[in-house]
């Protein structure tokens, strides 16, 4: 009980971007302890309402409570109300756990009487308010407020503390950043309650129900991202686990908190429009009709405040099969799901978007596609190093695991500039010709390979520019035959990738397994005009005196020749003008780069780069499956990209890339 009379706030890291704005910051399990009385009287109250509103009349267990919510249970058919007092609920939360027991139950009884003779009623009600779990990661009334409303807890609303009390029976259902109709039926409840339990009048009452709240999309300073994790677990790894439970510090990352917003908006935009196009029709759950109306009411909350939005997308329910599709109810509005190619059945819920309203026709809504599909981003300063912004995949609650530096992936022909790279150096320009033609190569066993192009067309003669312009497998292939798969490898290493490369022809198409992060770095060469530079993700670390715990500075090193980067750029500026990703032209900045596709369309790759940033863009299945036939890097990865580099690329001047210079250069390769 001592632990619990002094239980305070942990350390508060922050997290600074490239601009010194605040990002994130860093609180072990997200808790922010804030004293009893800077929490306001109608927060206080509207969670006794919710929760226990004869909390300071009774002792540790309330009988009488326990009835009233068993009886309510009996009458609704399903748990409306917990008999739970504040006390019995801290002691769940700060010491027993959720298990069901009876023999916890009497366990958390015991403690609860000691509890109540421990501590006072109000700082019984301090420790409840700060510990509370809240959805989204977040404990407690101060971290809830800044994640749903972007504020302090003293600076928000009566209507808006009696959502956030709402949250607390089960934040998974009642969350308003995803069930907002049930959030909204939650608030009624509380403000309800605050009424008949004397904390507010008649009045305050219709006002409350009256006042709209505005719930923050994104979580703010909480936010969860790939980005923010990589900075906790570089810092875990290097200085100790335990050291951001007991120290304040302050990180200075070269992320630039826009550019990572954009690139998470980018991931989920492309993976959008992918799976439009190539996803599969879901059925988010049946009822059976007897539950329809309360999935009308729940559903309908949300949309008899804000009305259906033009391409906002909805819960639907859907209620017979018609002409044109199906009939389907959009909270209390009924509309028609546009599509006769699935068997929907009555009480199938599925997601639509509203497309609109059509005068015979009523509300008009279009079937959500979904599949599994992840993508990654990451762009790179190529001069500095500097890691601007990092998706791992389209959502870090759903999946940590960061695919942009740890996911092996067959990078397909964004592989190709490597192999071009080795030719240069042995003495190829860019008109060299080469052959591009089928070829039959024995591999072992009595086995034949005859490497095709992708669209099986060879031009016989085609010079080196064209060839990774138009991405010709035949005759890369026939190109490394020549300059040696050795060359290659000693070329990549110098470029600082290190990875393992099989020894055979096959690697010209992109067969071994790569990171994102490589081919970045890969192309970041190219990009800077031959330079090696360690891509960096934090500038410094301070603590809460100001003592630098490490500073982190720009290491670059020249690894080819500025005439022989200046090449590669040329030939990579083809593959963007008029080859596999001319539609980049239109961004109206100097860039090049490479598509990247491998065989049965597994993995799509865009790697592209202007003078200044290097981004790459990865999108596959996790369980390697096949995107699809024709889903290729310039189909899927390029839009992702470009999306992302129109905004990114105003940040730089529209120089062209480094032009080749006779003065000498230290060969370090």
Avoid at 166 to 172: E, L, R, T, W, Y
Avoid at 175 to 188: C, N, V
Avoid at 261 to 278: C, D, F, H
Avoid at 437 to 466: A, C, F, Q
Wanted: charge should be positive.
């Amino acid at each position: 009980m001592k632990v619990l009379k002094n239980l305070e706030s942990k350390p508060i890291s922050s997290v600074y971007d490239i601009n010194g704005q605040l990002a994130y910051v860093l609180i072990p399990d997200n808790r922010i302890f804030v004293n009893y009385d800077r929490i306001p009287k109608y927060v206080r109250d509207a969670f006794l309402a919710a929760e226990d509103a004869d909390f300071f009349k009774h002792g540790a267990i309330d009988i009488m409570s326990i009835v009233r919510a068993l009886w309510k249970n009996i009458v609704s058919g399903r748990v409306v109300q917990g008999g739970s007092t504040i006390s019995q609920q801290v002691i769940k939360a700060l010491m027993l756990g959720p298990e069901k027991s009876i023999m916890r139950k009497i366990r958390e009884a015991i403690l609860a009487y000691r509890l109540e003779h421990y501590l006072s009623k109000k700082e019984i009600l301090n420790l409840y308010l700060n510990n509370i779990y809240m959805g989204h990661g977040v404990y407690g009334v101060e971290a809830a407020s800044q994640v749903y409303f972007g504020k302090h807890i003293w600076e928000i609303t009566r209507a808006e503390a009696a959502l956030l009390a709402g949250i607390v029976q089960a934040p998974s259902r009642y969350t308003p950043k995803r069930h907002p109709g049930s959030a909204r039926l939650r608030q009624e409840y509380v403000i309800e309650q605050m009424f008949e339990k004397g904390f507010i009048d008649e009045k305050r009452k219709k006002m409350m129900l009256k006042e709209n709240v505005f719930v923050k999309e994104s979580n703010g300073i909480f936010t969860d991202t790939y980005f923010k994790d990589y900075i906790v677990r570089y810092i875990d790894e290097k200085y100790g686990k335990g050291i951001l439970l007991n120290k304040e510090l302050k990180i200075y990352a070269t992320l630039d908190a826009q550019l990572q917003r954009l690139a998470e908006e980018s991931i989920k935009r492309g993976l959008n429009i992918y799976e439009e196009r190539a996803g599969n029709y879901l059925v988010q759950y049946r009822l059976e009709k007897r539950k329809w109306d309360d999935f009308i009411k729940i559903e309908g909350r949300d949309i008899t405040l804000k009305g259906l939005k033009k391409d906002g997308i909805y819960n639907l329910l859907i209620s017979e099969r018609i002409k044109d599709g199906y009939a389907v109810f959009a909270g209390k509005e009924r509309g028609i799901l546009k599509i006769t190619t699935f068997p929907y059945r009555p009480g199938d819920v599925v997601r639509g978007i509203y497309r609109g309203k059509d005068k015979k026709q009523g509300h008009l809504f279009q079937a959500v596609k979904s599949s599994r599909v992840e993508g990654a981003l990451i762009c790179v300063d190529a001069n500095t190093g500097y890691v601007y912004a990092m998706v791992g995949g389209r959502d870090f609650e759903r999946s940590p695991y960061n695919r942009a530096l740890y996911a092996k992936i067959q990078s397909g022909s964004a592989f190709k500039p490597f192999v071009y790279l080795a030719a240069l150096k042995k003495g190829y320009d860019l008109d060299s010709t080469l052959i591009d033609e089928p070829k039959e190569y024995h591999v072992g066993m009595g086995k034949t390979w005859i490497p095709k192009n992708y669209d099986d067309r060879y031009e016989g003669s085609i010079t080196l520019r064209d060839a990774i312009a138009y991405s010709k497998n035949a005759a890369t292939v026939r190109l490394l035959e020549d300059v040696g798969v050795s060359a290659v490898k000693e070329n990549m290493e110098a470029l600082g990738i290190n990875a393992e490369i099989e020894n055979n022809l096959s690697i010209a198409l992109g067969t071994s397994n790569l990171t994102l992060l490589d081919l970045v770095k890969g192309f970041s060469v190219f990009a800077n005009g031959g330079n090696r530079v360690k891509p960096l993700f934090i500038k410094s670390i301070m603590d809460k005196e100001g003592n630098v715990m490490e500073e982190n500075s720009t290491e670059k090193q020249r690894v080819i020749p500025e005439e022989i980067a200046f090449k590669m750029n040329v030939l990579l500026k083809g593959v963007v003008e008029y080859g596999t990703a001319k539609g980049a032209t239109r961004l109206g900045y100097p860039v090049a780069g490479k598509t990247g596709t491998t065989s049965n369309f597994y993995d799509a790759l865009f790697i592209g780069y202007s003078p200044y940033i290097t981004t790459g863009v990865w999108v596959g299945f996790d369980s390697r499956t096949s995107l699809g036939k024709g889903e290729s890097g310039a189909r899927v990865c390029l839009p992702i990209w470009m999306n992302f580099m129109a905004t990114a690329l105003r940040r730089f001047p529209p120089d062209d890339f480094p032009q080749i210079t006779t003065e000498p250069w230290p060969r370090l390769y």
